[in-house]
C-alpha cells in the first residue's frame, strides 16, 4: 500500500511558474513509476507527465512540454512537477499518481492504469 500527498498548488498570474510536490509513503520507489494528471471542471483526467522508476524515461502531454519538468528523488520518496510559462487551459486539479512499473519507460494515456492517487490539489492560472 502506497500513500500519496500532493502539495504545492494555488493561485498564478499567466506566464508564471508553480512546483507541485508528492510525497510517496509505504514501500520503496525503486519499481514504480510516477504519473501525474489534471482535471479541469467538466473534463475527464488526463495525463500531463510521468517519470520512469529510476527516473531515466519521462513522457510529457503535448501541450505541457517544454513548460513543465518532471522529477524524483527515490531516496526522499518524492517526486516535483515545476510548472513553467503557465496559462489559464492549465488549470485544473493535479494529481500525483503512482503504479508498479519496472521499465525505463512511462505512459500516461490510461489514469487507470496508476492504483494509488493523492487528494490532488488546485492549480488555478488567472489574472
Known amino acids: 500500500q502506497l500513500y500519496v500527498v500532493e502539495s504545492g498548488g494555488g493561485l498564478v498570474q499567466p506566464g508564471g511558474s508553480l512546483t507541485l510536490s508528492c510525497v510517496i509513503s509505504g514501500e520503496r520507489l525503486d519499481y514504480y513509476a510516477i504519473g501525474w494528471f489534471r482535471q479541469a471542471p467538466g473534463k475527464e483526467r488526463e495525463g500531463v507527465s510521468c517519470i520512469s522508476n529510476l527516473g531515466v524515461g519521462t513522457s510529457y502531454a503535448d501541450s505541457v512540454k517544454g513548460r513543465f519538468t518532471v522529477s524524483r528523488d527515490n531516496a526522499k520518496k518524492t517526486a516535483s512537477l515545476r510548472m513553467n510559462s503557465l496559462e489559464p487551459e492549465d488549470t485544473a486539479v493535479y494529481y500525483c499518481?503512482?503504479?508498479?512499473?519496472?521499465?525505463?519507460?512511462?505512459?500516461?494515456?490510461?489514469?487507470?492504469?496508476?492504483?494509488?492517487y493523492g487528494q490532488g490539489t488546485q492549480v488555478t492560472v488567472s489574472s
Open positions: 499518481a503512482v503504479k508498479y512499473w519496472g521499465e525505463n519507460w512511462c505512459m500516461i494515456n490510461d489514469p487507470s492504469e496508476y492504483a494509488f
